[in-house]
Nanobody
Framework: QVQLVESGGGWVQPGGSLRLSCAVA????????MGWFRQTPGKERELVAR????????YYLDSVRGRFTIVRDYAKHTVHLQMNSLKPEDTAVYYC????????????WGQGTQVTVSS
């Protein structure tokens, strides 16, 4: 089994930064891709960024490219999402996810962490 535990959400003013972290416990070998989704009330969950454990170019949602960076640390079984120049429209619940296959099937999810960007 795989468990994902997020941390690092909170409140920040526009233009500020937050770093989300996701710790992977259990059988990491089940996963080849890690990602971050976000969701706001009334909207579908959207993929913000993803990265493969094995490397390669990360994927970013157009609206966050250049502001967000996803980083993996395989030795520590953690994935981070560094979010800079945050905007009010980035406000959402952010979910860490782990998947396998190509394209990946995201079978494992964290509990979610709230990110609020407001003045």
């Amino acid at each position: 089994q795989v468990q994902l535990v997020e941390s690092g959400g909170g409140w920040v003013q526009p233009g500020g930064s937050l770093r989300l972290s996701c710790a992977v416990a259990g059988s990491v070998l089940r996963l080849n891709t890690m990602g971050w989704f976000r969701q706001t009330p009334g909207k579908e969950r959207e993929l913000v960024a993803r990265i493969r454990w094995g490397g390669g170019s990360p994927y970013y949602l157009d609206s966050v490219r250049g502001r967000f960076t996803i980083v993996r640390d395989y030795a520590k079984h953690t994935v981070h999402l560094q979010m800079n120049s945050l905007k009010p429209e980035d406000t959402a619940v952010y979910y860490c996810t782990g998947g396998s296959g190509d394209p990946p099937s995201y079978d494992y999810w964290g509990q979610g962490t709230q990110v609020t960007v407001s003045s």
